[in-house]
Each structure stands twice: as structure tokens, then as C-alpha cells.
């Protein structure tokens, strides 16, 4: 049985609405499972809500909801907006459905049967927002002040002295230390792989408690063996990478689907995917080869310089981006998507704002990527009466070589950087043949070889040119901007070119004399802005 791709977003907390943030994760996961299977292979792409915990028990409280209820409406508007996205995933698995409590009931019990866990008081520091135990030793320069703050998030953390179950961390740190770095790729970019080597210079906690009492927080999936617990929100979540694709109740699936190819998180949520989650796995007994093959920790989203957040008031909302700042675009989520993954380089930092988002939009995709697609077609359907003109047999000319050249090379320099997790350099990449394809417009002149009939055939060798580049631009940009790609197809005249990768690094492939499709202007301006 062939591996499946099988890609991972963090679950996300259903405290409140989705923002920019938990959209950019899930954009850049779907974007790579749609590049993957262009690329002919198959793809598992999950992604789901963390729905339990203090966190989410305190909001459910706030809103004068019950937790169940609370969940549910806050659930739809993420699903809400993943559809507004486009994003095409396998599975969306939320904690509180029953696969999964079962399943993370019956890796506790295993656990526990195999000695692997110990109870034991603990005393420490919790952040609630992040759903984080510090301990003393790992707050050592913030600690003597009578209320530490959290070293991601800088909230105030709560003092903590409880019972519970633990999992001995320490004992397993060798191991991981070994594990990291004999694959040093398991965590990237390289400014987090040496941040994990930093935490792991240090010594790990002795465990990681992975219960909560029921008289602190309710809202947990139960211990089974110990009715005055509930499970530690992160040890219920972390386990979803597994338990979704059936680890408990599927073994067959689980073969095909594990390990992880990818887990895309965000750089806040590192110590629980590089050191807790490795540590599980292990005390499960997986072997080295079934760790996660990859976890690619992203930068934050910022506005102004801060990151956002809830409690500083500065969310963006991508409902909100795509209906009322993008209002008009007929594409409008594509947009959205291709400002995400081009502006910033995957693993950095951004700046949020809406100037930026504009600027995009009518520098690359209006006057350059829209320019390209229009003029093309209009001059197919003006002067080859709307037919993809016949290809010569004698190939390019020597002026066309290097645009052709540029269009075979795509792909390639795509696959690189898609490799790598580099999604702003696979765009630039396509907007740089776009652009190239824009100069050669100017330089061809068809409009000029239109007029002089011993022409014809060089009129018709430029346009069929400039249509096979633009059906390797709509194949490239398909995973980023899918609707987009879609519309390019339309007015190419769609037929039944086919459109897997394998086919952009082939000349030739539209079929002569295929009609055009109408071709509204993609990212139309200012006043002719109207929705598709
Ligand atoms: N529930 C945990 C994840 C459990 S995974 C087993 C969680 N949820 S979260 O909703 O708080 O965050 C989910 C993801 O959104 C994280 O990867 C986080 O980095 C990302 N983002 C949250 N705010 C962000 C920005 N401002 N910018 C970019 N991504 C950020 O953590």
C-alpha cells in the first residue's frame, strides 16, 4: 500500500472566532495538499477544533452558554469559513466527537496499564490562554516577582499545586536530544530547529502533567481510571494527529497514513510539537521511523508590531477582509490566499494591512497576472477568431526561446520551493514568468503583426506562445488561487487539456483550434468591481 501525503494543521481553540492567523496555517496546509496531488499523489489533509479545556470551559461561562453548546456555534463559523476558502480537507476532526475521546480513553488506559504514567503531586505555573504549565526552574529570570508572566504569550500565569498524573519527561530527553539531531529537517525553519536544540540544552521538566481534577475544570474528556480527573486539554489534542486517521481503531489506515509528511504550526506552539508530542510517540513505543517527518513552525501575523491577539483588540477577521476590504473582486478568497502565502516568506513574521493587501492586488494581480490572462485571450479571440492557433512544427523562433524557456523552467523551480515549504518563493516564481510573458507582449506587438498580412503565421505562433505559457501559469498557481486557475481554464476554453503538473513541463499540450471562453476581467477596478 502507497504512503499517503498526509499533512496536519494545529486544531484550533473554538474560544472565538477564526482570525488571520488560524487562517493563514490552514491556507498554506491546503495550498501544499492541493500541490501534492497535482502532483499525482495521494493526499490526506486534516484539520479540526481543540474544543476542550479551561480555556474554552471559562468563554463557554462568559457567554452564559453550556460548554456542548458554546462549541458547537463557534465550530460553524470556522467550518464557515473554510468553505469561503476553498479548503480541501480530508478530515476535520473536533475532540469532543466520540472517534476521538474513545480513542484518547484508550491510549491513557495503555499507558497507564504499561506503567508509563505516575501519580504525583505538581506545583508550578499555568497560563490559561495557552493552556501551559511552567515550571519553577523553567521561569528561573522571571520568577521573584510575587506573579511570573508566560515566556510565549507574557500574560499573567496562576500559581498551580494539584495531584494529577504524569508523564516523566526527563527520562525520555536523551533519546529525543539523539532523535533531533540525527534529523535535523524534523523542525524547520532552522531558527526553530535551534531554538528546540536550546530548550533541549537545558533539562526537561521531570513530567508533563497530563490530567486536570474535575473540581478545577469539568470540561475534559475523563480520566478512565481515576474519576476525579479530566485529560490535559494539549495531551487530548496533540493525540488528534493520530486518533484521526486510527490509530486505536483503524490499524490498516493508520499504516497508510502514518507518520505525519507534515505538521504546520505556528512558532508558539513549538515546545508542544517538537518536545511533548516526540516524547508521546515514544512512550507509545513508535519507533524513530514513525516520528513526524516534518513540523514547520510559521511566524505570526502581526498589526503594527504587535501579534494578534484577543485581549489586545487588534484581530482581523477573514470574513471581514474578503467581504467588505475586497468587496467587488469576484475572486476575492483567492486573493486573500495569494496575499498570505506571497507576502511574507513562510517562517517569518508579517505586518498586516490592508494598503498591503491592495497593493497586491493591483500590482501583481491586476496589472500583471490579469493583464497577461486578458490580453491574451482578447487577442486570440481578435485576431485567430477565438481558436488556439495552430502549433508551428518548427517550434519557437529564436526571439520566443527564452519565454519558452522561462515556461519550462517553472515548474521545476516551483517543485523546489514548494519542497522546502517556501510558498513565496513558488509564487514569485510564477509571477516572475508572468511578468516576463507581459514584457514579451510588448516586444512581440501583436497588435502590430496583426496589420501586415505575410505576418499571419508569426501572429499566430506568438499567440499560441503566450496561451501555452498562461496554461502553465493556471496549472502552477491551481493549488494557490484554485478558483482563479479555474477561471484561467474557462477562458483558455477549459476542453480536455489536462492539468496535472507533469503536464506544465510539456510545450504544446492545448489543443489547436480549441474556442476561448468569454473573458471578464479577473480583478476588475474601483468601479467595475462587481461580484462574480
Ligand atoms: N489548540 C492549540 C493547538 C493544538 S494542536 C494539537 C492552539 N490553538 S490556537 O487556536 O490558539 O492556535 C492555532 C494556530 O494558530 C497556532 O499554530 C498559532 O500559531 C496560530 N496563530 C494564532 N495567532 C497567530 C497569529 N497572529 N499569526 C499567525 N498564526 C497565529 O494553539
Not at 23 to 33: F, I, K, N, P, R
Not at 206 to 216: A, D, Y
Request: proline letters at 8%; aromatic letters at 10%; one cysteine or more.
Amino acid at each position: 500500500m502507497p504512503k499517503v501525503f498526509y499533512i496536519t494543521t494545529p486544531l484550533y481553540y473554538v474560544n472565538a472566532a477564526p482570525h488571520i492567523g488560524h487562517s493563514y496555517t490552514t491556507v498554506a496546509a491546503d495550498t501544499l495538499a492541493r500541490y501534492h496531488r497535482l502532483k499525482g499523489e495521494a493526499v490526506f489533509l486534516l484539520t479540526g477544533t481543540d474544543e476542550h479545556g479551561q480555556k474554552i470551559e471559562q468563554a463557554a461561562a462568559a457567554a452564559g452558554r453550556s460548554p456542548h453548546i458554546f462549541v458547537d456555534t463557534v465550530v460553524e463559523q470556522f467550518i464557515t469559513l473554510w468553505r469561503m476558502l476553498g479548503i480541501s480537507y480530508n478530515d476535520f476532526l473536533r475532540t469532543t466527537q466520540p472517534r476521538h475521546t474513545q480513542a484518547v480513553q484508550a491510549i491513557l488506559t495503555r499507558l497507564r496499564d504499561e506503567g508509563k504514567l505516575v501519580r504525583a503531586a505538581y506545583q508550578g505555573w499555568y497560563c490559561t490562554p495557552d493552556e501551559t504549565f511552567w515550571t519553577e526552574a523553567e521561569l528561573a529570570p522571571a520568577i521573584g516577582s510575587a506573579a511570573p508572566v508566560c515566556p510565549t504569550c507574557q500574560r499573567l500565569l496562576e500559581p498551580v499545586k494539584e495531584v494529577g498524573w504524569h508523564l516523566p519527561m526527563r527520562t525520555a530527553q536523551s533519546w529525543l536530544v539523539q532523535f533531533v539531531t540525527s534529523h535535523p529537517g524534523v523542525v524547520q525553519p532552522t531558527s526553530r530547529y535551534n531554538e528546540l536544540l536550546g530548550m533541549l540544552e537545558q533539562p526537561l521538566p521531570e513530567s508533563l502533567c497530563i490530567t486536570r481534577p474535575r473540581s478545577r475544570v469539568s470540561w475534559g474528556i475523563p480520566v478512565p481510571f481515576d474519576p476525579e480527573h479530566v485529560t490535559y486539554v494539549w495531551f487530548d489534542a496533540l493525540l488528534n494527529y493520530i486518533t484521526a486517521p486510527g490509530y486505536i481503531d483503524n490499524p490498516t489506515r493508520f499504516q497508510q497514513l502514518w507518520p505525519a509528511d507534515v505538521h504546520l504550526i505556528g512558532k508558539d506552539i513549538l515546545r508542544h510539537h517538537a518536545v511533548y508530542w516526540p516524547i508521546l510517540l515514544h512512550a507509545l513505543g513508535l519507533p524513530d521511523t514513525l516520528m513526524p517527518q516534518r513540523i514547520m513552525a510559521h511566524g505570526w501575523w502581526k498589526v503594527g508590531e504587535q501579534k494578534m491577539s484577543k485581549s489586545l483588540g487588534n484581530i482581523v477577521d477573514p470574513t471581514v477582509v474578503i467581504q467588505h476590504v475586497l468587496a467587488g473582486q469576484p475572486y476575492a478568497a483567492d486573493i486573500y490566499r495569494y496575499f498570505l502565502l506571497r507576502e511574507v516568506p513562510f517562517g517569518q513574521d508579517g505586518h498586516f494591512s490592508e494598503e498591503a493587501l491592495k497593493t497586491r492586488l493591483s500590482a501583481d494581480l491586476g496589472n500583471d497576472l490579469g493583464n497577461l490572462v486578458n490580453r491574451t485571450i482578447s487577442m486570440i479571440e481578435r485576431y485567430c477568431a477565438g481558436q488556439i492557433p495552430v502549433l508551428e512544427s518548427i517550434g519557437c523562433a529564436v526571439e520566443d526561446e527564452p519565454l519558452r524557456q522561462a515556461a519550462m523552467a517553472l515548474p521545476n523551480l516551483v517543485d523546489e520551493a514548494m519542497d522546502r515549504l517556501e510558498f513565496s518563493a513558488a509564487l514569485e516564481a510564477i509571477m516572475r514568468l508572468v511578468t516576463s510573458a507581459n514584457r514579451y507582449i510588448e516586444v512581440a506587438a501583436p497588435w502590430k503583426l496583426s496589420k501586415d498580412p505575410q505576418m499571419a503565421g508569426r501572429l499566430r505562433m506568438v499567440l499560441r506562445g503566450l496561451a501555452e505559457v498562461v496554461r502553465i501559469i493556471a496549472i502552477t498557481l491551481d493549488p494557490f488561487m484554485p478558483s482563479v486557475a479555474e477561471a484561467i481554464w474557462q477562458q483558455l476554453g477549459s476542453g480536455t487539456t489536462s492539468r496535472r503538473l507533469a503536464d506544465s513541463q510539456q510545450w504544446g499540450m492545448l489543443p489547436t483550434g480549441q474556442s476561448t471562453g468569454p473573458h471578464p476581467v479577473l480583478f476588475p477596478r474601483g468601479k467595475d468591481a462587481t461580484p462574480a
